[in-house]
């Protein structure tokens, strides 16, 4: 597999159930994005986990960028991450966390080319740096843009390319240098 590939995959270990949105380089994982949820009063409330490889906060940066992008023709993941882009209508999702310092969001952004799924976090003076961004979306009560992100997790459910199997969770722990 030479080139960037972006695909999905159904994992029950890392960070509780939900879908790793992965996007891998010349057959090496690169980066992903993890949408998973917890229950909360019958509703499901969701949560993301971005991490890009070999990138780090650094002192003198504001802000911190993790993008996965879906060209056109990964139709299925193309079209899943565009009707989310419509859904919130190019609206942030503004993590409610209050612990976190700054403001931690996600956006889907879209065009005839490609469509993009990017988590942000504002790193200005925080002083202890992580190699991942968290955001904590929230639940029907607490985030406007609840059923876009409902929508855009069911249709990753029924566009999934497989099931996470323990070589998948390795490359993926590997990565992230806790394994």
Same mark, same amino acid.
């Given at each position: 597999?030479?080139?960037?590939?972006?695909?999905?995959? @159904?994992?029950?270990?890392?960070?509780?159930?939900?879908?790793?949105?992965?996007?891998?380089?010349?057959?090496?994982?690169?980066?992903?994005?993890?949408?998973?949820?917890?229950?909360?009063?019958?509703?499901?409330? @969701?949560?993301?986990?971005?991490?890009?490889?070999?990138?780090?906060?650094?002192?003198?940066?504001?802000?911190?960028?993790?993008?996965?992008?879906?060209?056109?023709?990964?139709?299925?993941?193309?079209?899943?991450?565009?009707?989310?882009?419509?859904?919130?209508?190019?609206?942030?999702?503004?993590?409610?966390?209050?612990?976190?310092?700054?403001?931690?969001?996600?956006?889907?952004?879209?065009?005839?080319?490609?469509?993009?799924?990017?988590?942000?976090?504002?790193?200005?003076?925080?002083? &202890?740096?992580?190699?991942?961004?968290?955001?904590?979306?929230?639940?029907? @009560?607490?985030?406007? &843009?609840?059923?876009?992100?409902?929508?855009?997790?069911?249709?990753?459910?029924?566009?999934?390319?497989?099931?996470?199997?323990?070589?998948?969770?390795?490359?993926?722990?590997?990565?992230? &240098?806790?394994?």
């Amino acid at each position: 597999m030479r080139g960037y590939c972006t695909y999905t995959l @159904y994992d029950e270990e890392y960070m509780g159930p939900g879908y790793f949105i992965i996007q891998e380089f010349n057959g090496e994982i690169e980066k992903f994005i993890k949408i998973f949820t917890t229950t909360n009063y019958g509703f499901s409330h @969701y949560m993301a986990r971005a991490y890009e490889k070999d990138v780090v906060d650094l002192p003198d940066q504001t802000f911190r960028e993790i993008a996965i992008i879906a060209r056109n023709e990964e139709e299925a993941l193309y079209e899943i991450i565009s009707e989310l882009a419509l859904g919130i209508k190019n609206e942030k999702i503004l993590s409610i966390d209050p612990s976190k310092q700054g403001e931690n969001n996600m956006i889907a952004l879209y065009n005839t080319h490609c469509a993009s799924l990017m988590c942000f976090k504002d790193v200005y003076g925080v002083k &202890h740096a992580t190699d991942f961004i968290d955001i904590n979306l929230g639940d029907n @009560y607490t985030c406007a &843009h609840w059923l876009a992100l409902n929508d855009f997790y069911q249709d990753l459910e029924k566009h999934t390319t497989k099931e996470a199997d323990e070589n998948d969770i390795q490359r993926i722990l590997r990565m992230i &240098h806790k394994y």
